[in-house]
T-cell receptor
Framework: DAGVIQSPRHEVTEMGQEVTLRCKPI?????LFWYRQTMMRGLELLIY????????DSGMPEDRFSAKMPNASFSTLKIQPSEPRDSAVYFC??????????????FGPGTRLTVL | GQQLNQSPQSMFIQEGEDVSMNCTSS?????WLWYKQEPGEGPVLLIA?????ELTSNGRLTAQFGITRKDSFLNISASIPSDVGIYFC??????????FGQGTRLTINP
């Protein structure tokens, strides 16, 4: 398996522009997570899905952020409009169904976003 | 929100030395996890702990789930250069959500 795939790996944009980050989870995994990593705040959970349905979006910082999962093999995280403080590394992770919960989260390589 | 206090923030050691790092929380967790992150990559799960008092090893790595369920530690024995990276603890709150510590950056002098 190719693992979790994220694109792009790097994104540089100007303030006010729309940014779309993409994720393809591992086939057969039914949980998908979006995280943001910064030096100041560390690794933060933004939102997660189960079977394509958003379960908890309490970590989404504000209305400028939105996430969708139209099918089991694709998810997007959109920021509109983007601001410099959104600069961070955004990770997608997926997890297989398990009675123990989602301990075995497999992370993608991340998208490094820079908003100028 | 929930926070994990991870220490130390960074470590500079000589190759061959043992390493110890820990995480504490004011809240009880039902699972503790340890991840390692290398530059340009996402975190990779090293060890998962599910029961208070549990001691689990993965090669040269050993981790324990504290009796109070509010702490965990990770030891690395006989460190080697490829151990370099950032180590994160994470606690599982409920069925799904993980809370991560701030990380311990490990640097090894050969």
């Amino acid at each position: 398996d190719a693992g979790v795939i994220q694109s792009p790996r790097h994104e540089v944009t100007e303030m006010g522009q729309e940014v779309t980050l993409r994720c393809k989870p591992i086939s057969g995994h039914d949980y998908l997570f979006w995280y943001r990593q910064t030096m100041m705040r560390g690794l933060e959970l933004l939102i997660y899905f189960n079977n394509n349905v958003p379960i908890d979006d309490s970590g989404m910082p504000e209305d400028r952020f939105s996430a969708k999962m139209p099918n089991a093999s694709f998810s997007t995280l959109k920021i509109q409009p983007s601001e410099p403080r959104d600069s961070a590394v955004y990770f997608c992770a997926s997890s297989p169904p398990t009675v123990l919960g989602t301990d075995t989260q497999y992370f993608g390589p991340g998208t490094r976003l820079t908003v100028l | 929100g929930q926070q994990l206090n991870q220490s130390p923030q960074s470590m500079f050691i000589q190759e061959g030395e043992d390493v110890s790092m820990n995480c504490t929380s004011s809240s009880i967790f039902n699972t503790w996890l340890w991840y390692k992150q290398e530059p340009g990559e996402g975190p990779v799960l090293l060890i998962a702990l599910y029961k208070a008092g549990e001691l689990t090893s993965n090669g040269r790595l050993t981790a324990q789930f504290g009796i109070t369920r509010k702490d965990s530690f990770l030891n690395i024995s006989a460190s080697i250069p490829s151990d370099v990276g950032i180590y994160f603890c994470a606690g599982r709150l409920g069925a799904q959500k993980l809370v991560f510590g701030q990380g311990t950056r490990l640097t090894i002098n050969p």
